[in-house]
């Protein structure tokens, strides 16, 4: 679970959902989305299979520039959700991703928010030192 | 900070605590810390050592709530909801004082070391143990009678049928306190202790730390030192932000629901949610969010502010 990059929660749906029409994007436009995101990532690692969750760690600083607002909420983030450096490292992967699939040059304050709502659960209740 | 032993002779000695009878009170006390002061406005906050989130929540609430007012907050340095209710007493700036099993060199339990250095530092430890003595199972019960005796009062937050904090309750009653128990769902074990004494009228139900305060002095106002303990430090809060905040509970709330209540987008929720978390506002949970303590403060601020 520790090295799990993404998880979100879901509420069980009621019948009329199940059975009602479906709503919401195709998978076929969002297929373009994830195909045009992953020419990014290929161009930006020189690399056609590359992607920014496979990329090493030493091209992440490059590749993840963030703008001000974004790296104060990142900065933010770590002192008060206690990320450790692989829960940072993660982030700004994600984060990363975010963009591209918006098709956004550098990564924003907007980007590191959808990041961190997606990542891991504690699997401990919060209790008492 | 220097420990000191104090006997019924002693300024320092607490004199709440002869009113347990003749022969319960301890003959001295083994003290670390700030000088030791219990009174009228001392009271207790006890509950199982393996709280639920929800127990955990309630504890801090009314811990703070009675640093906030400039009570003492009085526990046992247990896991669980003693060291919640040390702690959010600390954090807001109160006085705390815990009662320890064993002698005040020795550290148990581990792994509320930390916190018990920290009470030495702003708060007082306090036990009738001479130092190096162990903690014997048997030297909680009669550690829970010295909690009963120095507060005005024992707020019971969560325990089972046979739980410390029931013991402390009875010794309360004895000792002629009030007792109060933050009353749970039928379905949670922990509350079964206090659902219990609530049933036998043995305790005021509370829910709010407001109702410790109207039992001990009814008709009395209770002025809310909370803006001042803020510092007028009032939390920016904005449009979307303030929305999602006013519709979290003390409960998990799922992102679906506050999209669909607010009629927000889910992005955008989950967009605001994560600004709030970042700021220490409101948690994560498995099957949603809620809100902190800093969150219902910075939302009540942010009421005050909006409606002047």
């Given at each position: 679970m520790d090295r799990i990059d993404m998880q979100i929660g879901m509420t069980r749906l009621t019948k009329e959902e199940l059975l009602g029409v479906p709503d919401g994007e195709c998978s076929h436009s969002i297929r373009r989305r994830v195909q045009a995101a992953r020419s990014i990532q290929a161009e930006r690692y020189g690399s056609?299979?590359?992607?920014n969750a496979s990329a090493p760690h030493s091209m992440l600083k490059v590749a993840c520039r963030l703008s001000t607002a974004a790296e104060d909420m990142l900065g933010n983030a770590v002192d008060v959700?206690?990320?450790t450096g692989r829960g940072m490292d993660r982030i700004l992967r994600v984060a990363r991703t975010v963009a591209d699939l918006g098709g956004a040059e550098s990564v924003e304050e907007d980007d590191v928010a959808e990041a961190l709502s997606f990542r891991m659960y504690a699997t401990r209740e919060e209790v008492a030192a | 900070m220097m420990a000191r032993t104090i006997s019924?002779?002693?300024?320092?000695?607490?004199?709440?605590?002869?009113?347990?009878?003749p022969e319960r009170p301890p003959t001295e006390l083994f003290v670390q810390g700030r000088p030791l002061e219990a009174g009228s406005q001392t009271i207790a906050v006890v509950g199982s050592r393996h709280p639920t989130s929800a127990g955990v929540d309630a504890a801090k609430r009314i811990a703070c709530g009675l640093a906030e007012a400039n009570f003492t907050v009085v526990s046992g340095?247990?896991?669980?909801i003693d060291a919640v209710a040390h702690k959010a007493a600390i954090e807001a700036g109160g006085y705390t004082i815990a009662v320890l099993?064993?002698?005040?060199?020795?550290?148990?339990?581990?792994?509320?070391t930390t916190l018990k250095r920290q009470i030495a530092n702003v708060g007082t430890l306090v036990t009738e143990h001479p130092p190096g003595t162990p903690p014997h199972a048997n030297h909680f019960p009669q550690r829970n009678r010295i909690i009963a005796g120095l507060a005005a009062g024992v707020v019971y937050v969560e325990g089972g049928e046979r739980s410390g904090g029931r013991i402390t309750a009875r010794q309360a009653l004895d000792a002629n306190r009030s007792v109060f128990a933050v009353p749970g769902s039928?379905?949670?074990?922990?509350a079964v202790g206090p659902n219990e004494l609530i049933r036998t009228s043995q305790a005021v139900l509370i829910t709010d730390v407001r109702h410790i305060f109207e039992e001990l002095a009814p008709g009395l106002v209770w002025k809310q030192s909370g803006a001042t303990h803020m510092g007028g430090s009032s939390i920016p809060l904005e449009d979307p932000e303030y929305r999602v905040l006013s519709f979290l509970d003390d409960a998990p709330v799922a992102v679906d629901r506050i999209s669909a209540d607010l009629a927000m987008p889910v992005g955008e929720v989950t967009l605001t949610l994560s600004r709030l978390e970042v700021r220490g506002l409101v948690t994560r949970r498995p099957s949603g969010y809620e809100i902190t303590i800093s969150g219902a403060r910075g939302r009540s601020l942010h009421r005050a502010t909006e409606d002047s």
């Amino acid at each position: 679970m520790d090295r799990i990059d993404m998880q979100i929660g879901m509420t069980r749906l009621t019948k009329e959902e199940l059975l009602g029409v479906p709503d919401g994007e195709c998978s076929h436009s969002i297929r373009r989305r994830v195909q045009a995101a992953r020419s990014i990532q290929a161009e930006r690692y020189g690399s056609e299979r590359a992607t920014n969750a496979s990329a090493p760690h030493s091209m992440l600083k490059v590749a993840c520039r963030l703008s001000t607002a974004a790296e104060d909420m990142l900065g933010n983030a770590v002192d008060v959700l206690s990320l450790t450096g692989r829960g940072m490292d993660r982030i700004l992967r994600v984060a990363r991703t975010v963009a591209d699939l918006g098709g956004a040059e550098s990564v924003e304050e907007d980007d590191v928010a959808e990041a961190l709502s997606f990542r891991m659960y504690a699997t401990r209740e919060e209790v008492a030192a | 900070m220097m420990a000191r032993t104090i006997s019924r002779a002693d300024g320092e000695w607490p004199h709440h605590l002869n009113e347990l009878g003749p022969e319960r009170p301890p003959t001295e006390l083994f003290v670390q810390g700030r000088p030791l002061e219990a009174g009228s406005q001392t009271i207790a906050v006890v509950g199982s050592r393996h709280p639920t989130s929800a127990g955990v929540d309630a504890a801090k609430r009314i811990a703070c709530g009675l640093a906030e007012a400039n009570f003492t907050v009085v526990s046992g340095l247990a896991v669980g909801i003693d060291a919640v209710a040390h702690k959010a007493a600390i954090e807001a700036g109160g006085y705390t004082i815990a009662v320890l099993g064993c002698g005040l060199d020795v550290d148990y339990p581990a792994r509320n070391t930390t916190l018990k250095r920290q009470i030495a530092n702003v708060g007082t430890l306090v036990t009738e143990h001479p130092p190096g003595t162990p903690p014997h199972a048997n030297h909680f019960p009669q550690r829970n009678r010295i909690i009963a005796g120095l507060a005005a009062g024992v707020v019971y937050v969560e325990g089972g049928e046979r739980s410390g904090g029931r013991i402390t309750a009875r010794q309360a009653l004895d000792a002629n306190r009030s007792v109060f128990a933050v009353p749970g769902s039928i379905r949670n074990p922990l509350a079964v202790g206090p659902n219990e004494l609530i049933r036998t009228s043995q305790a005021v139900l509370i829910t709010d730390v407001r109702h410790i305060f109207e039992e001990l002095a009814p008709g009395l106002v209770w002025k809310q030192s909370g803006a001042t303990h803020m510092g007028g430090s009032s939390i920016p809060l904005e449009d979307p932000e303030y929305r999602v905040l006013s519709f979290l509970d003390d409960a998990p709330v799922a992102v679906d629901r506050i999209s669909a209540d607010l009629a927000m987008p889910v992005g955008e929720v989950t967009l605001t949610l994560s600004r709030l978390e970042v700021r220490g506002l409101v948690t994560r949970r498995p099957s949603g969010y809620e809100i902190t303590i800093s969150g219902a403060r910075g939302r009540s601020l942010h009421r005050a502010t909006e409606d002047s």
